[in-house]
Structures are given as C-alpha cells and as structure tokens.
C-alpha cells in the first residue's frame, strides 16, 4: 500500500524567512499526483499546491512551490517570506487512481 | 457558493448507536469522498464514489456504509457506533480524485 511520511512533526520560522516541510511517499505507480494541504485552527482544508509526477518542472503558487525528486520519492514544500497566515497544520498527499493517501501533518509556527 | 456542506458539526453518540453524516456539493463534482481525521495520523480515506450510484472502499471502510443517489449527496452511515469511530469526519469533492479536492468544513464525532 502507498504510504506518505512526514517526518516533522512541528517546525517554527521567522516571519519573513523560508522554511521547508518534508514529505516523501512509498509507491510503485509512475503516474501519479501530489498535493500539500493546508488546515489552519478553523479546520478547513485548504489546498496549497498540487504536482503531476509526470511533470519534470517543479510546481509555484506565489510563495509556495516544491521539489519534486521523483527517484527519490520527495516531495518537499518551501514556503519563502512566511507570514502570520501560514501557521498551519500542513498535510501531504499522494493521489493514485481513486485512492487518496495523506501524512501525518507538520505544524507550523510563525514567529512574529 | 456553498461548496461542500456538512452536517451535523458536532455529534455526541452512545456506543450502538447509528447515524447518517450528511454531504451535499453544489459544483457538480463526480468525485466525492470520506475521510477520517484521528490525532497524530492526517487524514484516512473511508469510502469514495466516482459519480452517482457508484462506491467503493477505501483505506479503512469497516463500519461505515455509504451511499450515491445523486450527484450532489454522499451520505455516511455508522451502523452501529463505537468508541473507536470517535474521529472528526470530513467530506470532500473534485472533478475527479486527481484534481484539487474541495472540503467541508468536518463533524466532530464522539461516541461514548
């Protein structure tokens, strides 16, 4: 079964500077998706990025895009100039078929 | 816009107990899915439909029951309740499961 793994479970950043979440998945399909979620203290669930593994160009939305090393089974967030906004509880997920696979979370400080 | 609404957002149960969450979506999706969020492991995939009258497992579908009369509603059913299935339960819908999924906003459930 296809699992996701994020090893950290909390990580802090000063407002303004650059963080990245880790995430890498166990899978033997080669045409796949990979999303990273955002869930704030209200509770929704807020989609941040998704990546296609056929694509070889890393994904962008504004502050956020990833590295996708798809040998490696990576799929790390960099979040660059964080903000107050993005503390978050932010989940990875691997998308195969109709089959939805999620991490366990990394929660995000920010740090005035 | 509605998006996906969910109903109830809290609901206390005795072990034995059913219920039906309810999910309706107003976009059209054909996807729609059921997830359980429990601490420390993301979110799990319970059940999922591709489009009306169609349904299938997913990742821990024992206990649950779900149903697709309508494009718009995706009703989860505990059939008989207990305190394992103490969770906050979240619908969500796409145009098909690889695209990005939109959420409601999650039932916190509690069976005593």
């Known amino acids: 079964a296809q699992t996701v793994t994020q090893s950290q479970p909390e990580m802090s950043v000063q407002e303004a500077e650059t963080v990245t979440l880790s995430c890498t998945y166990d899978?033997?399909?080669?045409?796949?998706?990979l999303f990273w979620y955002k869930q704030p203290p209200s509770r929704q669930m807020i989609l941040v990025i998704r990546?296609?593994?056929?694509?070889?160009q890393n994904a962008t939305e504004n502050r956020f895009s990833v590295n996708f090393q798809k040998a490696a089974k990576s799929f790390s967030l960099k979040i660059s100039d964080s903000q107050l906004g993005d503390a978050a509880m932010y989940f990875c997920?691997?998308?195969?078929?109709?089959?939805?696979?999620f991490g366990a979370g990394t929660r995000l400080t920010v740090k005035p | 816009n509605a998006g996906v609404t969910q109903t109830p957002k809290f609901q206390v149960l005795k072990t034995g107990q059913s219920m039906t969450l309810q999910c309706a979506q107003d976009m059209n999706h054909e996807y729609m899915s059921w997830y359980r969020q429990d601490p420390g492991m993301g979110l799990r995939l319970i059940h999922y439909?591709?489009?009306?009258?169609?349904?299938d497992q997913g990742e821990v579908p024992n206990g649950y029951n779900v149903s697709r009369s309508t494009t718009e509603d995706f009703p989860l059913r505990l059939l008989s309740a207990a305190p394992s299935q103490t969770s906050v339960y979240f619908c969500?819908?796409?145009?098909?499961?690889?695209?990005?999924?939109?959420f409601g906003d999650g039932t916190r459930l509690s069976i005593l």
């Open positions: 990546q296609e593994a056929y694509k070889q």
């Open positions: 899978t033997s399909e080669s045409d796949y998706y």
């Open positions: 997920a691997y998308n195969n078929n109709n089959d939805m696979r």
């Open positions: 439909s591709v489009g009306a009258g169609i349904t």
């Open positions: 969500a819908s796409g145009v098909r499961a690889y695209q990005p999924q939109h």
